[in-house]
């Protein structure tokens, strides 16, 4: 914001009076300019403004979606059509829309190959099993079936020790 500055020679307690009235007038005037702008920024604008941005962008709100995810949904919408097909943009479309880490997997063999299979843990499968869905059949590639695999974490724990080996090297001729 702009810092309004008198003449030096228009100095005392009713003029700066007058300057701060005047700066926070044109702190509001430039705030009432830049409303519309902020609007097409779905992380600040209005709930009503998010809505017709989602209408634009193809996005619609799944029941039970929380308002932080809708807005990153609706923000990464354009990036996540150009990343959907590929697995390098499948992996970052959900880190893009904080699910996480996911392994996929292809052609996998004795398998048919039409199978993908996408590794997740199982909170990321608990906490969000719309989503996943939503995401898989928009930007998910055609004609292909998706499995879910869940990895748990396991916490183990090794111990090395020195064996001290001894080793010989022996040669025999004729």
Request: glycine share 6%; net charge neutral.
């Given at each position: 914001?702009?810092?309004?500055?008198?003449?030096?020679?228009?100095?005392?307690?009713?003029?700066?009076?007058?300057?701060?009235?005047?700066?926070?007038?044109?702190?509001?005037v430039?705030?009432?300019?830049?409303?519309?702008?902020?609007?097409?920024?779905?992380?600040?604008?209005?709930?009503?403004?998010?809505?017709?941005?989602?209408?634009?962008?193809g996005?619609?709100?799944?029941?039970?979606?929380?308002?932080?995810?809708y807005?990153?949904?609706?923000?990464y919408?354009?990036?996540?059509?150009q990343?959907a097909?590929?697995v390098?943009?499948?992996?970052?479309?959900?880190?893009?829309?904080?699910?996480?880490?996911?392994?996929?997997?292809?052609?996998?063999?004795?398998?048919?190959?039409?199978?993908?299979?996408?590794?997740?843990?199982?909170?990321?499968?608990?906490?969000?099993?719309?989503?996943?869905?939503?995401?898989?059949?928009?930007?998910?590639?055609?004609?292909?079936?998706?499995?879910?695999?869940v990895?748990?974490?396991?916490?183990?724990?090794?111990?090395?020790?020195?064996?001290?080996?001894?080793?010989?090297?022996?040669?025999a001729?004729?």
């Amino acid at each position: 914001m702009m810092d309004l500055k008198l003449p030096f020679w228009l100095s005392g307690p009713q003029l700066s009076k007058l300057r701060k009235a005047c700066q926070h007038f044109w702190e509001r005037v430039e705030d009432w300019l830049y409303w519309p702008v902020r609007q097409l920024d779905p992380e600040t604008c209005i709930p009503g403004a998010l809505h017709l941005l989602a209408w634009q962008r193809g996005v619609e709100r799944f029941e039970g979606e929380s308002m932080r995810l809708y807005r990153l949904r609706v923000k990464y919408a354009f990036v996540n059509a150009q990343d959907a097909g590929s697995v390098a943009g499948l992996k970052r479309i959900f880190e893009r829309l904080l699910i996480g880490y996911v392994e996929i997997e292809e052609r996998m063999p004795n398998r048919d190959w039409d199978v993908i299979k996408l590794h997740l843990t199982d909170s990321q499968l608990a906490d969000h099993p719309e989503l996943l869905q939503i995401i898989l059949r928009k930007y998910g590639r055609l004609c292909r079936r998706y499995e879910f695999e869940v990895l748990t974490p396991i916490q183990a724990q090794l111990r090395s020790a020195d064996c001290g080996h001894d080793n010989g090297y022996l040669t025999a001729s004729l």
